[in-house]
């Protein structure tokens, strides 16, 4: 019986301190090559947390400041920025089944590519299942819509 309870106490302690985080990523590009690109959209307890940007197949990803939502030619969506000193930003808008991303250079030239979504347990190097990312495209925009674009 005490062992009972001593589970029990555990299983409730790991339940309600557990902290709930999803992840939602999108890339372009070829895995293992330079122009492939990757951005990781990060919930925590129901939170926007951050976006994490990463280019190339050695590169460290960057964390992206959400700079609100916005709009260009009628598409709405939300706008991201790289960390000062950078003065690159990235508008994100849905497009169909995939991302569509705008980029502002440093030169102010604007240029754009189609992100789609990664199913992590896809990855060659991957063993098992992400049990944080999402597990579609359809729950992937779901949690963009949700979380980024308001």
Request: glycine share 4%; hydrophobic share 35%.
């Amino acid at each position: 019986m005490i062992r009972y309870l001593l589970l029990v106490t555990i299983l409730t302690f790991l339940h309600f301190n557990s902290q709930d985080v999803k992840v939602a990523t999108y890339t372009f590009g070829t895995p293992e090559k330079d122009r492939f690109e990757r951005l990781s959209f990060w919930i925590k307890d129901e939170q926007r947390a951050y976006i994490r940007y990463s280019i190339g197949k050695d590169s460290d990803d960057v964390a992206l400041v959400w700079l609100g939502p916005d709009s260009i030619a009628g598409r709405r969506g939300f706008r991201a920025g790289f960390p000062e000193p950078d003065n690159r930003t990235l508008f994100i808008a849905p497009e169909h089944d995939s991302l569509l991303i705008f980029f502002r250079s440093d030169k102010d030239q604007l240029y754009q590519e189609k992100f789609h979504w990664e199913k992590e347990s896809d990855e060659a190097d991957s063993t098992a299942a992400c049990d944080i990312c999402a597990q579609s495209q359809k729950q992937a925009s779901d949690w963009l819509r949700k979380y980024f674009w308001k």
